[in-house]
């Protein structure tokens, strides 16, 4: 649920409204995502086939107009039949994040304090199971 939105000094001048303290970079930092209702392990027992990210390499591709997005996973892992079953290798992930916020299957009850070498993805946040992603990996 969007609440607010976030404005430096220049976009707050050109509304004109209140900064919110983001200082000259326009960007979320200490995201806060409430936790889920089903626990992690559940999570996983209902995946056939999927990927597990903690972690991208660098931003990525994408418009940001329409929600079209590619980024390389830097640290991923293959699920099957409810297993975590290795580590992932040459693997993109692709989507729309419209779509994907929309298709949300699940979200875990426990959270954790994430952050990368970039401090807008700084936060605390749950495991969020999306449906459908296109993954796209190098053969051999």
């Not at 930092?29 to 995502?33: A, D, E, P, Q, R």
């Given at each position: 649920m969007l609440r607010n939105f976030i404005y430096d000094l220049d976009t707050a001048?050109?509304?004109p409204t209140h900064p919110t303290g983001h200082g000259s970079a326009r960007r979320l930092?200490?995201?806060?995502?409430n936790a889920g209702d089903?626990?992690?392990r559940d999570m996983l027992r209902g995946i056939r086939n999927g990927l597990l990210v903690h972690?991208?390499?660098g931003l990525?591709?994408?418009?940001?107009?329409n929600g079209e997005f590619s980024v390389n996973v830097f640290l991923g892992y293959k699920i099957e039949n409810?297993?975590?079953?290795?580590?992932?290798?040459?693997?993109?992930l692709a989507g729309n994040a419209f779509d994907a916020l929309k298709d949300i299957a699940a979200i875990s009850q426990e959270r954790d304090w994430?952050?990368?070498?970039w401090a807008w993805y700084n936060g605390l946040m749950p495991y969020?199971?999306?449906?459908?992603?296109?993954?796209?990996a190098r053969q051999g």
């Open positions: 001048a050109r509304i930092t200490n995201v806060v995502i089903i626990p992690y972690e991208f390499i990525g591709q994408g418009n940001p107009i409810g297993e975590i079953v290795g580590r992932v290798k040459d693997v993109m994430v952050s990368g070498p969020v199971q999306i449906r459908k992603l296109s993954v796209i």
